[in-house]
């Protein structure tokens, strides 16, 4: 079993739809995690950043995580076209740790179609 | 605030010849250095990591070595590519103090 699970669509959605990217996670051991937002042939960009079980918003985006059930999610409300992009999960189970690496799932790529 | 550079952006290079990548951080200091590649399908696979001028870790036994000669340089290097070394590298740091990493713009090698 793999310690990072992310479904990598392609996800097409029209224009002010919600959508909800998710993530499953193995590792028990996780506490910190995020998500990133990567348009084509560019680096990914951090977009979120949770700490343990709960919901976070910024703006349009709310990123939960359940931790009794190992699941991640990432909301988008009244999504544009300026979302479609790949989004990748990330997490890892040290902070203060020697070295912070970061275990991050596949991506799934998303279209909002205008 | 912080920046981080990577060039070239993009590089064709025949089989068997040399690469250097180039990786610099502005405006922090003491940063962990990470270097990934991702190809097509297969996510991010992390090369190497760094955590100070000197100290490399390697995570995937290859063709490729980085080094870091200076607190906010990270250099990705081969001896001789393999057209699998072609894909899409990405320099990433954190500070020292927590886990997010911040990634450049990324090179696109191309292996011929």
Redesign the interface.
Known sequence: QKEVEQD?GPLSVPEGAIVSLNCTYSNSAFQ?F?W?RQYS??????LM?TYSSGNKEDGRFTAQVDKSSKYISLFIRDSQPSDSATY?C?M?G?????????T????TLLTVNP | SQTIHQWPATLVQPVGSPLSLECTVEGTSNPNLYWYRQAAGRGLQLLFYSVGIGQISSEVPQNLSASRPQDRQFILSSKKLLLSDSGFYLCAWTPGSTDTQYFGPGTRLTVL
């Open positions: 990598p910190y995020m990133y042939r560019k680096g990914p960009e951090l950043y990748l990330a890892s040290v902070s203060g740790g020697s070295n912070y690496k970061l991050f799932g596949k991506g």
